[in-house]
């Protein structure tokens, strides 16, 4: 298998420039100053579709943790074309939510009431192993609300940019009432998909020229 060159590292210094500079398939990496949810949004923001390279893989084999590889870019990419490859969806996976099960034995724990009202605790130990388990299940819980917090930030965010896209493609952008048209467009067809959202704005677009011509 042949792995593409390392070619850059992602630091604080210059981000806008580093991800300008990117072509498909190249692989980079990025410092400890950086969380991957982080990595992921910015290149988005700059229309570089990436993907973490798991320990399993080559390129984190040769070049070691903190790996990505440039999928495509997706700058000059028309609006349809960006909704059919997922460009405004959320690439942060929904993470598991933590099972009340000892690591060490694999055996489930409940919470408890330790005092008068409906406040359950986690017990500190594994009571057949004597595992601590108490802060392990309370860290992985921290560890999964960081992730779905970042994941709905990053879901807004991208929501945000497809509504900018749709309404400079549907020629809304400066229309007075733009943010109404929008709302009513999401209601009547965000259920069945943004393609879906996007063919409603032209509709509505098409309406508005009418009537103002």
């Not at 580093?18 to 990025?30: A, E, H, P, V």
């Not at 991957?36 to 390129?59: F, H, M, N, Q, T």
Request: contains cysteine.
């Amino acid at each position: 298998m042949s792995i593409p060159l390392f070619k850059y590292q992602l630091n604080e210094t210059e981000t806008v420039n580093f991800f300008k500079r990117l072509k498909q398939n190249d692989i980079f990496t990025y410092s400890d100053s950086y969380l991957w949810g982080d990595v992921l949004s910015i290149a988005s923001k700059y229309g570089v579709i990436i993907r973490y390279c798991p320990p399993a893989s080559e390129e984190y084999k040769t070049y070691g943790s903190h790996v990505c590889k440039v999928l495509y870019l997706n700058n000059e990419m028309k609006i349809e074309e960006k909704i059919k490859d997922g460009y405004y969806e959320t690439r942060i996976q929904h993470p598991e939510y933590p099972k009340k099960v000892c690591k060490q034995c694999n055996t489930p724990f409940i919470s408890v009431k330790k005092s008068p009202g409906p406040k359950r605790e986690i017990p500190n130990f594994c009571s057949n192993c004597g595992h601590p388990i108490k802060d392990e299940y309370e860290n992985d819980l921290k560890v999964y609300n960081v992730i779905m917090q970042n994941m709905h930030q990053e879901s807004k965010r991208l929501l945000n940019l497809f509504k900018t896209d749709a309404l400079e493609y549907c020629g809304l952008s400066n229309y007075p009432k733009a943010q109404q048209v929008w709302n009513y467009a999401w209601e009547e067809s965000h259920s069945s998909g943004l393609i879906n959202v996007l063919a409603t704005l032209e509709e509505l677009s098409e309406l508005v020229i009418l009537r103002y011509m």
